[in-house]
């Protein structure tokens, strides 16, 4: 019964979810580059908090459900990780767009281009939030060379390419942190555009030499039904199947 | 009937399109590169001017014979950038590369060379342009550093190995889109030259061990027609095919 | 009877051996970032001489157990490096982590996902004892320019992930070891990514197409045995496998 | 008849030029490095000169046994350029690598034992003459900042493994040249480590599921035997494959 609640709980809940994360990061988006101050940045601070009170609500309410649980907390860690640190709250959108129906369900060149556009949309969102937040720590930060938005994207962009120019770096914990997450996410990208390459040209590469492909179980569904025909003929119907009996 | 005058107008403008693509590369390289004045400034202009007239014309063209439908137009935005924006017109050469006929047909080690050919000639046109528009940008931009054409190729081969000395980068907004541009073309021709090893290494690794290779559809086709004649011999023909009765 | 000795000792050793490259690590790098001074110092330096022993007699051991051939000496160079460069002996670790049994006997996703945990923690490993030895080494050279614990480990992460902003680079003889140990890492890391990808994306792209998959070794089987049950009703009963008789 | 000279002619050759090529790399690496002066000086450029001539030569012969044809120069640009520039003569010995019997016959694990080892004998070839070349060119260059032969092999390795920190890096034409190849030298390596995985991974990937793997030809040439065997018995023997008649 609780699994049954959770589940409901996690369908009516899962378009709000979208919604608050997509609200925390455009307020946190415009209290980094537009550094408001007065009302506006009172205004950008009430619409991260609630949010995040909107996250701990969500959190409690999973966690009572599965009878509160210590395995559940040990299982659902990122979940406790989000809450904690509101800097990763805005992936949270990256996870809703994994839970996209079509990525699961689709074969070669559907599965391809899913994959492309899915890997393309993570990439973008992982350098936009990746600039964000170095610009927020690193702007504070004595030695730190990173001031304005525009610097921050491109430097977000030339790690994530593992290029690295060198004319952009950070210099705090946090800064260098998320400097790691987009090196691996670059080491990850480069991944997955050599996969789907790989798998397009292999499929490609045998092209055109239909007698030298692999046969099919097709073709082998139908040689099994001409040797059942052929035994019915000889006055013993086979039962479609092959028997097992010892020979 | 517009579907088939369109047909017939992209059959017709296929070559001086092709001609057009390279006269404005020869012309934009020209004026960025040697710097003409005078009279020779006019000329790479005008020829600039000219070939950019062409292209809006057939933009208009195309747009008209596919009734002038919003549609076309968004499933034509490429076109429109290239119209837009004359440093992308040069990528046409590229687009016309794809349009090669032998790249879509060959199967195999034929097109393993093919993909190989054509991915040299893209990365190559693209150091030459990209180098060509971040030479173009960063000589005027305040606090720019590539200031001749050696340093500007240089730039931008280090940039498509995604190796980044450091020692040239862009600083601009539009040299750091040509560099985000170039990374990306970086990371697919490593994924371009890993994948077709891999298509040759797994081939390869296959070789040499002929029983233990997938049997092939030719092969059961020729146990198929085993079957068929030894159902004929005992008195009633088979067909050629399984016969699909249930059992 | 030396290789059943042999192996006798391997076993008894296994989690001795575990336990002093442990000890050593921890010991190494107590001197190396907290850099202990009197009673400390010598507490660290006596972790180290001890396992160090311990490696030296597991060393003679097994030459002797192997007879004392040159032949053993030079089909075991690692062990002998090992021996003589405390710097490498962490990396037994990793070399323990390989012998783990499931790594070598599971297949598909499994496969997959012991390939991915493995990587992530021999790049963790690796990360930490190269930022380790080039903090050791680096610290004390004329010019060099990696100086606390932090900068090492963030410069180790920006080597192996191919990134070289060159904010930090090693001087040294030694530091550019590690420094082309840890590139050279970063090469595989990233091949392994691939490859794991690759085998995930060749396998989901051809799903959901039964009809056109290779005919199976199971099916292969059945047919065997379909016509294996003619042939007994025919009168002479098969033996369940072709005669190989010339026909 | 010129054809067969020619065969001849490669094979009396082919250890003369691998030592002539050996014997080019020791002088040109002897003048670069200890940078030999008198007597000494004139010994390393006799030698180098020396064996410019033997590729002359051979260039030459080869050229007249084709029966002096353009056609041939055509087909053979790259022995041209070894004969024009001395950098690239010392190449020839990964050319005669590629010529190993082992690497072009063998399947499987073997084959990929030979590809790693291929790939890593090329990767310190490449590093260690890319590194000579530029330490001989940017040492004598006006802004050049790579001085000494360590540091030339350190910055080849950061190129090659396409890391590059910047700490150094070539200024002059022939410098960055001889980086263009390291770095596409880099590119190649990954792939060829990543193809290797691969195919290794992809090979793993399918093990432990017998009934699930494609069958084999092996298989089916057995099952086609029992038809074969199956028809004999019905009193008119097959002929051991199948009949093409037209049903």
């Excluded at 455009?26 to 009172?42: F, K, N, Q």
Aim: net charge neutral.
């Amino acid at each position: 019964m609780s699994g049954e609640g959770s589940a409901r709980w996690e369908q009516a809940i899962h378009w709000p979810m979208l919604l608050a994360s997509f609200a925390w990061l455009v307020a946190y988006s415009w209290s980094v580059i537009a550094v408001p101050v007065g009302a506006d940045r009172t205004l950008a601070l009430a619409v991260m908090g609630v949010t995040w009170v909107f996250f701990v609500v969500d959190y409690v309410v999973r966690l009572v459900q599965s009878g509160g649980h210590l395995s559940w907390v040990r299982g659902h860690l990122w979940e406790l990780l989000v809450v904690a640190l509101p800097m990763l709250r805005a992936l949270r959108l990256l996870q809703f767009m994994t839970l996209a129906p079509g990525l699961r369900r689709s074969a070669g060149t559907a599965l391809r281009t899913r994959i492309a556009i899915y890997g393309a949309g993570a990439a973008l969102l992982l350098v936009y939030l990746g600039g964000l937040i170095v610009l927020d720590v690193e702007r504070r930060a004595p030695g730190g060379n990173i001031d304005t938005f525009g610097d921050a994207i491109w430097w977000a962009f030339v790690t994530l390419a593992t290029v690295g120019y060198g004319d952009f770096y950070p210099v705090t914990m946090i800064g260098r942190t998320v400097a790691v997450g987009l090196m691996l996410s670059g080491i990850a990208v480069v991944g997955v555009v050599t996969a789907t390459l790989s798998s397009w040209i292999i499929e490609r590469a045998a092209l055109g030499r239909d007698d030298d492909e692999p046969s099919t179980r097709g073709q082998l569904r139908a040689v099994a039904r001409q040797i059942d025909d052929l035994a019915r003929r000889l006055g013993e119907p086979g039962d479609g199947t092959a028997e097992k009996e010892d020979a």
